[in-house]
């Protein structure tokens, strides 16, 4: 590892231990309360030490124990009318001490850690639950303390502290039990101090990176902080066609954008870091699926270990969306084919959620385990369960290729084979199609071009046979004269008989290149070079025509052996053998999704034959061996595995017997980062080093981390450890990403990826599907720059749209002067009363118009205010009926992050006067909320509040909408 390479480790490191200020969910778990006067006295009772100590982990002659202590909890929103029920409901702590807690109950300051206030309690902020001061005070005041922090000695130093900490940023007397019109509760919570635990797994990452002096192509290209050379994009070719062996859908064929994709990835290197900016409605996912699909074809094809491909991100959101659509692939119909042929496996993702995630998990679902194999692991590797599936294995195989197979060997080779056979078959139809495609047929079919080939060799022997017969003929002409015609031609008078009789045997179409006074020879020589070019475009033409009968018989041995393999494409093949990008779709729809299933086939059957089946001995450990088996025999029957970051690096570390743990580096073949635009770079960039390939995608414009570093202290942290020599320096960790205050992985990404489009690092997906064209045009002008191709059509031509009156982008005035303010936050009652109305009055036409579509996927209602989603949650209870409301979801933009809706309705909560400071701040907040709307975005509220300016996110919104009243 260079000096440079650990300077930045070690940045990233501190970055990661760095952030302590996020709230806390303690109402689950074992918390003890006092009173407020004893928090100042620093004395408590001595049983709660008792009570902590009871967890088995902890040891029992240990004096001390790391708490936190919740200082101020809230427990209710309430206006000046009545109480709101709320999410505070649940203990939400909004200033943090932590503390240590003797076996005698004194507190201690905790010299490793300060009180925080949660960032998203702290202004500015896009969604505040509550805002109970500025970022800039907080940040402010822990700066100008550092001095006094180091002097602190004794618990009364640290609660004044604590103290003036908590009134300088809030403005509001600590020993008060109201903030802000918010009522907070009176005694303190005391929790014991698991904050570290969520990335614990990072910062061990990380403290392995710097011990072992760590090298990887990947990690220090990710963490690389210098520019990087552009390199031409890789075009679609034919070599770069039959570098894509699997489709895991077969539905549709892959878009351009996607395609170009593909083409990239087939041809990444290991270390090589790949962006894709995919906006809404996309295909990313499918393009995620088909990098997965040809990774594990290719594999297989060389009969190597199953891939091991790991999706992770940040949020559990992101992560679940990956594994339901590994586990929703649409049938093609193509026999038993497209179905597990080995029991208890339903998808081709299994999820490695956190402890806490685990009951979710199951409600939901998901094939989960962990890596001592766990739920989903265990249960598949039961002895019953793998002797079910060779049964299973043998009646399926047996099935599918109409014979009877007496091993699941059998099975295995028959797969192989006719998996070779069809990618062989698959390149020799590109090769086909490229050949044909050259030969420039136009419309005509093969056939039609060999006959059309074969008639022109037919007219050109022809047109030699008649001028070899005319030549002749000239021949015996000149024969036909008398001998002193010859010997006396240089006599004016004969020659003039001679070129008489010439001119009248010359046929009209050789008056272009026969003269009268042209001799036997003169006439010979021209028809000789006439018919010399003739046969040497019969020559030309029969060897194009041999050349294409040689097409045609490979075409057609192709077309043979498919039907020989049961797989009867031939006239989708007719219709597409002419243009190679054609065929290469056809492909996607057909061979490659044939070969994919294939693939899975045969690595099921490696799993039955017990292929790296860990011992009963082996069994729940985690040594290096044991895991590298346990991985290598999860892949073969679920090749991708989901997992957050923080859960990542636990996952992939080993123990070694009498030395301690180890990670498994660069073992990951490809490293997946989904919604790349919400991970901010330190928690991520150690994982890096645990793979060869790393695949980012997602969208700048959408919505971004929450950053737990401040700009002053990530500066601080990068001037401590040298990656910057100044605070004027951090514009350099801006440009390339790599920070903690204000960047993202995708930012990384893209600066890190070898290509470049339109202007910007990394590939585009640009087709975009989802909405009916007058919405994504929103976002295409907002902040896409035009570069999306809204490919779905306009709504207002789609005859199947049966809502006429319901336009695709449209608002309903809700006059208000001015919204309410609670908390700092914001809620206005007048416009949730007419959502209530508006769908109370329209939902159950709404059912009808989408009659196969879930009722949970029809309204979906979006709000910049968390007020606002607390007040919806209360007063639908008294407006809407149980029977609709169970169907509308509702909430900030947040919640809706990778949905979609067929209507999505936007609860603008600003009076005419406020303005729309939070609608504004960000592009991405209504970048998202439109582009979650397939067929319409309706805004409830009064319009006067967006600005009247394009430049505005609001002001272009209002543009859209101003002339299209409901």
């Not at 009772?45 to 004096?63: A, G, V, W």
Request: charged residues 30%; proline residues 2%.
């Amino acid at each position: 590892m260079s000096s440079k390479i650990k300077e930045i480790t070690n940045y990233l490191r501190s970055a990661v231990a760095a952030q302590v200020n996020r709230c806390i969910e303690f109402k689950e778990d074992n918390y003890f309360y006092f009173p407020f006067e004893h928090l100042m006295k620093g004395v408590i009772d001595k049983n709660i030490f008792i009570e902590f100590s009871r967890d088995s982990k902890l040891d029992k002659t240990i004096e001390f124990i790391d708490v936190i202590l919740v200082g101020k909890t809230v427990r209710t929103i309430f206006d000046s009318q009545e109480k709101m029920s709320s999410d505070f409901e649940d203990l939400t702590g909004i200033y943090y001490i932590p503390a240590k807690l003797s076996k005698e109950g004194l507190l201690f300051y905790n010299q490793n850690k300060l009180p925080w206030i949660p960032r998203i309690f702290l202004y500015p902020m896009v969604e505040p639950k509550l805002s109970i001061g500025k970022k800039e005070v907080y940040d402010e005041f822990m700066s100008d303390n550092i001095g006094r922090i180091h002097k602190i000695k004794s618990w009364n130093d640290y609660i004044t502290f604590v103290k003036d900490l908590y009134e300088s940023v809030t403005g509001n007397d600590f020993m008060s039990n109201t903030i802000n019109d918010t009522k907070l509760e009176k005694q303190v919570y005391i929790i014991k101090d698991d904050t570290i635990n969520a990335i614990r797994p990072i910062l061990d990452l990380y403290e392995y990176l710097l011990k072992e002096n760590f090298t990887g192509k990947l990690y220090e290209n990710f963490i690389d902080i210098e520019s990087k050379m552009v390199q031409p994009l890789i075009n679609n070719s034919l070599e770069n066609m039959k570098k894509h062996h699997g489709q895991m859908g077969g539905k549709y064929y892959l878009s351009k954008s996607q395609r170009e994709c593909i083409n990239h990835f087939n041809n990444m290197v290991e270390g090589e870091i790949l962006a894709v900016n995919g906006p809404p409605g996309t295909g990313k996912t499918k393009m995620l699926q088909s990098v997965v699909a040809t990774m594990y074809v290719e594999c297989a094809l060389r009969k190597e270990k199953a891939p091991l491909i790991v999706a992770s991100s940040t949020n559990n959101q992101a992560v679940t969306n990956i594994i339901e659509s590994f586990g929703d692939i649409d049938k093609q119909g193509l026999e038993n084919l497209e179905q597990r042929w080995i029991l208890g496996v339903e998808s081709f993702a299994v999820y490695f959620p956190s402890l806490s995630k685990e009951e979710e998990a199951y409600k939901k679902g998901y094939q989960y385990t962990d890596q001592r194999g766990k739920s989903f692991i265990s249960c598949i590797e039961s002895k019953e369960n793998i002797q079910a599936s060779e049964k299973k294995m043998l009646k399926c195989c047996s099935e599918y290729f109409k014979k009877n197979f007496d091993n699941v060997k059998q099975c295995k080779e028959i797969l192989h084979k006719t998996l070779l056979e069809i990618d062989e078959i698959r390149e020799k139809l590109l090769i086909i199609s490229s050949q044909i495609e050259e030969l420039q047929i136009g419309d005509r079919t093969l056939d039609k071009f060999i006959e059309d080939l074969e008639n022109e060799i037919k007219t050109i022997k022809d047109d030699i046979d008649s001028k070899s017969k005319r030549v002749e003929e000239w021949l015996q002409h000149f024969k036909e004269m008398p001998i002193w015609f010859k010997l006396f031609r240089f006599l004016k008078c004969i020659k003039k008989r001679i070129y008489s009789k010439n001119r009248l045997f010359i046929q009209l179409d050789e008056e272009d290149f026969i003269s009268e006074n042209m001799t036997f020879a003169d006439i010979e020589e021209k028809y000789s070079y006439l018919i010399k070019d003739l046969r040497r475009k019969r020559n030309d033409l029969d060897r194009l025509n041999n050349k294409v009968k040689g097409i045609k018989v490979e075409y057609n041995k192709c077309n043979n052996a498919l039907e020989k393999l049961n797989i009867g494409i031939k006239d989708r093949m007719d219709e597409s053998n002419t243009n190679l990008n054609d065929m290469n779709n056809l492909m996607d729809q057909t061979l490659r999704y044939i070969e994919f299933w294939l693939s899975v086939h045969y690595y099921e059957c490696r799993w039955i034959e017990g292929e790296d089946q860990l011992s009963d001995k082996q069994k729940g450990k985690n040594y290096k061996n044991v895991l590298e088996q346990l991985f290598n025999r999860l892949s073969m029957i679920t090749p991708c595995y989901v997992m957050t970051f923080y859960q990542l690096p636990k996952v992939f570390k080993y123990y070694i017997k009498d030395k301690g743990d180890g990670f498994l580096y660069e073992h990951i073949d490809l490293l997946i980062v989904d919604e790349a635009g919400q991970v901010s770079p330190e928690i991520a960039a150690c994982s890096f080093s645990l793979a060869k390939k790393a695949l980012v995608v997602g969208d700048t414009h959408q919505i971004e981390p929450v950053w737990s570093v401040n700009s002053l202290l990530d500066t601080a942290l990068a001037m401590e450890h040298n990656v910057i020599d100044n605070k004027l320096e951090f514009e350099k960790l801006d440009n390339c990403g790599l920070n903690a205050s204000s960047s993202s992985v995708m930012k990384v990404a893209s600066v890190r990826c070898n290509y470049k489009k339109y202007g910007n690092g990394g590939l585009f997906l640009s087709e975009h599907r989802r909405c009916y064209n007058e919405i994504i045009s929103y976002c295409n002008d907002l902040v896409y720059d035009g570069r999306l191709e809204p490919m779905r059509g306009l709504g207002a031509l789609d005859s199947e749209y049966t809502l006429k009156d319901i336009p695709h982008m449209g608002y309903m005035q809700i006059d208000t002067e001015r919204s309410s303010k609670i908390g700092g936050s914001r809620y206005n009652l007048n416009e949730i009363e007419a959502i209530a109305m508006w769908i109370n009055q329209n939902f159950e036409r709404i059912k009808l118009a989408y009659p196969d579509k879930d009722e949970k996927n029809l309204i979906g209602i979006i709000t910049p205010f968390k007020a606002q989603e607390i007040l919806m949650k209360r007063e639908f209870k008294k407006l809407l009926s149980f029977d609709i409301r169970k169907y509308i979801s509702y909430g900030t933009v947040h919640t809706f992050q990778g949905a979609e809706r067929q209507i999505i309705i936007m609860s603008t909560v600003y009076g005419r006067l406020d303005g729309c400071y939070f609608i504004d701040i960000k592009e991405s907040m209504l970048n998202v909320a439109v582009s979650r709307a397939k067929d319409s975005f309706l805004v409830f509220g009064d319009i006067n509040c967006l600005d009247k300016s394009k430049k505005k996110a609001s002001g272009l919104l209002r543009s859209y909408i101003e002339n299209k009243k409901i």
